[in-house]
């Protein structure tokens, strides 16, 4: 069943993406990509910021009286963390230990794990806020030209209303999180010795979790704060792929639909890559507000050209980060089964002496 959700959804993405793509007009839709031109380098350029600017919010999610990894290793982990969470139907999830992982050698598992709880807390929290100021915009101050249907308005504030519920829930619970999940799966019937070896492990990352944020709150606004300069950095994306499809609408727009193609994702978290999705949603959000839906797709098409471009930087370090740890994890193995084998070697002549 698995396998055939993992062929499925994909295929329906595609789909989807073609009958958009058929029934707006290739031609126009070309056209609308050939304007941008130079302009894509210029959305690279952007994309790279808010990549940096996460990375740097990561940094801060380790305390400071703790050693952390350089910057650019934590730009190479995430990258390949999202990497994996690009193609992969997991709620954006299955890279995030990955990320710990990749880093073991100059940061423990255990507080690389921590970090990344923390920085994804982080950022959750500040996406809620934007996209809560967002809604907050079109209900006080902007009447739209296409009248949105009252099952979306109403739709639209159960999320926000779930989010904001989550998120509460997810808040009072991370401190705990670990270690309250091998307890779920021993209660699940998973063997309780294979268990109890990694409870400590599990109680040990919840408490620098906890300490974290009674010691640290200061870095933890460091990390909402960069977060957030990487939402923006978000908006100015949009906006420069309209004005370079000539559509001048301003920040405020660009704002909202960037805020609001974040809400149409997350309903779709298990479409790996949201296939699709992104696509309409981007012809959705601008036909509700009056612009040309061919635009929109010519929109949805080019981040998703920028998405593939920085999958592909993502597996590059992947690859690359992933030789070195298992090479780093073999030495580490030779190395200490190496006196075994001397003491094996030596005769036992030798040892009476």
């Known amino acids: 069943m698995i396998r055939v959700a993992r062929a499925l959804l994909p295929a329906l993405g595609l789909l989807f993406l073609g009958y958009l793509v ?8 070309w056209h609308s990509l050939v304007q941008l031109r130079w302009r894509f380098l210029l959305v690279l350029g952007v ?56 880093l073991r050698a100059e940061s423990p598992t255990s ?60 808040w009072r619970q991370q401190r705990r999180m670990f270690s309250s ?27 620098s979790i906890a300490s974290f944020y009674q010691r640290h709150w200061l870095r933890f606004g460091l990390t909402m704060f960069f977060h957030a300069i990487g939402w923006l950095l978000g908006v100015v994306e949009t906006l420069v792929i309209l004005e370079g499809l000539d559509a001048h609408v301003g920040f405020a727009v660009a704002f909202l639909v960037t805020a609001l193609s974040v809400i149409i994702n997350a ?35 080019l981040k998703r050209v920028r998405r593939i471009f920085w999958i592909m930087v993502g597996w590059f370090f992947l690859n690359r980060m992933g030789r070195s740890a298992l090479a780093e994890r073999a030495a580490a193995d030779a190395a200490s089964a190496y006196p075994v084998v001397r003491a094996q070697a030596v005769p036992p002549a030798a040892r009476q002496r």
Request: proline letters at 7%.
């Open 267 to 301: 309903l779709f978290f298990f479409m790996p890559s949201n296939i699709g999705v992104m696509e309409g949603g981007q012809v959705f959000l601008l036909t509700t507000l009056g612009l040309d839906p061919a635009m929109g797709l010519a929109m949805g098409i």
């Open 181 to 207: 999940l091998l307890r779920v799966l021993c209660r699940l019937g998973f063997r309780p010795e294979a268990l109890e070896e990694r409870l400590a492990r599990a109680t040990r990352i919840d408490r």
């Open 111 to 170: 507080r690389g794990l921590a970090s990344v709880v923390i920085n994804k807390m982080a950022q959750v929290i500040t996406g809620v806020l934007f996209t809560s100021i967002a809604l907050g915009l079109v209900v006080l101050n902007w009447p739209l030209p296409l009248a949105v249907p009252l099952p979306v308005q109403v739709g639209l504030a159960v999320l926000l209303a779930c989010a904001v519920l989550l998120l509460l829930f997810v």
């Open 22 to 29: 058929g029934r707006l007009g290739p031609a126009v839709i």
């Open 47 to 102: 994309a790279c910021g808010w990549h940096v600017s996460n990375s740097i919010a990561w940094a801060c999610a380790f305390p400071p009286d703790a050693f952390r990894p350089r910057l650019w290793h934590l730009f190479k982990a995430k990258l390949a963390g999202e990497a994996v969470n690009q193609v992969t139907p997991l709620a954006n999830l299955g890279g995030e230990p990955l990320k710990a992982y990749l």
